[in-house]
């Protein structure tokens, strides 16, 4: 058996003392350690609080895309940022609801890049189908905007003035195809219409709806009373277009002012020149 060897008093001093030595430097390094991490820290929260490098700059460093009708810088125009911005203070709810009610566009993604610092904005625009034409000049209180301005449809139906479409692309085509005296209650019914006239081979160039119980349609080939419209009566009435092209392409046709579609099965002709309105089958 090993005999224990007490220590002696100067031993045991010495002893302390080491402990004591190891005790201070752990407290040291557990010291700045916390300094080091608070100094992190307070570095990182300032650099949010202070992004000097998360700034936008100038225009060319917000991204618009997907726009076909409105040009870049009338896009910018609309978002209205100031210069420098930084990019944590801009809210893209905001200049999503802004674009979406200053614009004729129909949604709106916008996203932040940190790295470099960067916003992209990509838009899908409402583009139009139609262009309207007042049917009423001047505007009265209370009066739609259709009837008294000229203005744009798509091919939902919706409505915006052209004064309200600034900022087009000069290589945007307007569209051709026009519309008299569309009123607001003719959105619902708009889609149908325009998909039906997008099946007929021969052109036509203006619907004139001032009329409820008369749709009048300017064709190559004349003018086309359709009465009140329905979808299905007036597929049927495109359809007969096609076979009545004689009525214009022979010289020795009398003169036609319109041409009556109201019943598709007993189509009929207003001559002009005084002359009396006649029957004729397509």
């Given at each position: ?47 949010i609080r202070n992004p000097f490098w998360l700034l936008l700059h100038h ?224």
């Amino acid at each position: 058996m090993t005999p224990l060897v007490t220590p002696s008093a100067e031993e045991l001093s010495e002893r302390r003392r080491s402990l004591r030595k190891q005790r201070r430097v752990r407290n040291l390094q557990n010291i700045w350690r916390v300094l080091a991490i608070s100094g992190l820290a307070a570095g990182a929260f300032w650099l949010i609080r202070n992004p000097f490098w998360l700034l936008l700059h100038h225009p060319d460093q917000v991204v618009i895309d997907g726009n076909k009708m409105l040009t870049d810088a009338s896009i910018h125009e609309l978002l209205a940022l100031e210069y420098p911005q930084r990019i944590f203070d801009i809210e893209p709810e905001a200049l999503i609801e802004r674009l979406s009610t200053q614009a004729p566009i129909d949604q709106v993604w916008v996203s932040r890049q940190l790295f470099p610092p960067r916003m992209a904005v990509v838009v899908q625009e409402r583009l139009p189908v139609a262009v309207t034409i007042p049917s009423r000049p001047g505007a009265t209180a209370g009066e739609p905007a259709p009837t008294s301005h000229p203005g744009l449809i798509d091919d939902t139906g919706q409505w915006m003035a052209q004064s309200d479409v600034g900022g087009l692309n000069h290589d945007f085509a307007v569209p051709k195809l026009q519309v008299r005296g569309f009123h607001q209650r003719y959105q619902r019914q708009w889609p149908s219409l325009y998909q039906a006239l997008q099946t007929s081979s021969v052109n036509i160039h203006e619907v004139d709806w001032r009329s409820p119980n008369n749709l009048i349609l300017h064709t190559e080939i004349g003018e086309i009373h359709c009465g009140v419209y329905e979808p299905q009566r007036l597929l049927e009435q495109l359809a007969l277009l096609p076979q009545l092209r004689s009525l214009t392409n022979d010289p020795k046709a009398p003169a036609v002012d319109y041409v009556d579609l109201t019943n598709p099965q007993v189509p009929s002709v207003k001559l002009s020149q005084h002359q009396q309105p006649t029957a004729d089958s397509p």
